[in-house]
């Protein structure tokens, strides 16, 4: 058969023909279950080897070859491909029996809400190898004071210490998972829980008394400026004397609660509150008298601290102290007395014993200072006692409505002052030059009192006598005397004076044309036509 001719019906395929590479193919594929490829077949003509006739186009612009008839022969090993791409039936339960495998490689025991808790804590502490030697050794290089917080919720119960252990000696070969093991690790430091409540009081510890002794000291310094403010004390006593005669009484003082109360009390002419009145009255007769605001700066600090939260937080101190000194008995029954941590917590809580000592005292003390102060002011503090962050919030936000008053006040009058110098400065512009003529200036020079007059007059003046002065330069005398200068200022600057040039009213040239149609109309007089020339 030559080339490229058909082959004869049910004659059988020629040996290493297309046909027989197809049906090997199939022979493999059909033994195993296959990955699917999923495309699109081109459908070729069995004459031309091309895609059929486009309806409507010539068969002749077809070219007549095609890549799928030419493309090169290849062999490839279909038991191999059936190997690779052959589909695996038991996925799934393959998948499940990993998953059973991969759990069962590390022992859980916790809870979950338990393990989730440890798990987001393991980041921000150090590995289960190094946490021991960093808690015996109290190494804040390593745990930070939150770490100390965070330690303090893992530290395992005695149950989940017994569970971990039963399960480890059950399953000696498979470790332990890593929220395990660093609870295991924790169980396993001798009094772990005394351990971080030492080392976290002895981090503890200065902040608290810093702040405790800040409160005192500023408690102390308040007590003290608002015994010596003057300023304060010349307000008050306004403040009395105004309140005994609006009351028509004669009082020995007032409750310092008023002091809230002034802000809303106003007159009835101006509506001036009765803090502005006084802060005029300061500003008149004490004008060296300086800001109330600024005098008492720690009774400020005072009004934003609570006195309940400062003694809570000195009894706070006083127990963890207490608590301390019994975890460190404790720890002592499983540690050497020599052992250098030892002695190193021990020498710090005799120390913050000591300061707690002094600190009670102290606060006894400046209580005491309290105490006197608000006798000072003419409050019981056993009738009617008021704590300082409240007694100080008092006085603070008065000083501050006293404040914007004074301010206030200071600068209205600045305004008023201002205005009497304009006044004044207007004033002077005739007036001093009439006082000069009536005898101010007698005895002086003519020639002096004229230099005098022309430099008391205002530059505007000058301009509005340039404006008035005649074209003619020539023909106006320039005064010389104080008499002729003033007499020439009070002409130029006479409102209803008469005017040197009467400005005359231009009539319309066509003022004396009349209407052709009026003409016509009323007719032409006599006197018209003579006065045209006609008759």
Known sequence: RPPGAPRAPGAPPAPGSKSDGVSAMRKVANKKDLVKVFWSKVNLNKTTGLPPTIPGYAASKIESKSIWRERPEVKVDYDQLAVLFAKKKIETSKSLDTEKSTAAKFIRVLEGNRSRTVGLQLPHLPAARHIKQAILNMDTSHITREGISSLVKLVPSEEEKNQITEAKLANPDIPLAKEEEFVYTLSVIPNIRNRLNIWAFM????????????????????????????????????????????????????????????????????????????????????????????????????????????????????????????????????TSSTNEIMQKQLTFLRSVAERINILKLVNKRVANRYYNLLLYFGIDPVKKFMVPDEFCRIISEFALEYRTAIEAVVLEQAKKKKMKERRKTRGIKITDIKNMVSGKHVGRPDRERAE????????????????????????????????????????????????????????????????????????????????AGIK
């Open 452 to 531: 005098s007059a022309n430099q008391a007059i205002d530059p505007k003046t000058k301009k509005l006598l340039a404006k008035t002065k005649s074209p003619a330069p020539a023909a106006v005398e320039t005064p010389d005397t104080p008499e002729e200068v003033a007499l020439s200022l009070e002409s130029a600057l006479q409102p209803d004076g008469p005017r040197r040039r009467t400005r005359q009213r231009l009539k319309s040239k066509m003022a004396q044309r009349k209407s052709l149609r009026r003409t016509l109309k009323s007719g032409i007089t006599d006197e018209e036509l003579a006065a």
């Open 203 to 334: 981090i503890d510890f200065d902040a608290l008394e810093d702040e405790v002794a800040d409160y005192l000291m500023d408690l102390k310094e308040c007590c003290s400026e608002l015994k010596s403010c003057k300023t304060l004390h010349l307000i008050i006593s306004y403040l009395l004397e105004i309140g005994n005669f609006l009351r028509q009484e004669t009082s020995d003082g007032f409750e310092l609660t008023f002091l809230s109360k002034v802000a809303d009390i106003k007159d009835t002419v101006k509506k001036q509150t009765m803090v502005h009145h006084v802060a005029c009255m300061m500003h008149q007769n004490h004008p060296t008298q300086g800001d109330l605001h600024r005098e008492i700066g720690h009774t400020h600090r005072i009004c934003r601290i609570s006195f309940d939260e400062v003694g809570a937080t000195l009894e706070k101190m006083d127990q963890l102290c207490d608590r301390s000194w019994e975890d460190l008995r404790i720890i002592s029954k499983h």
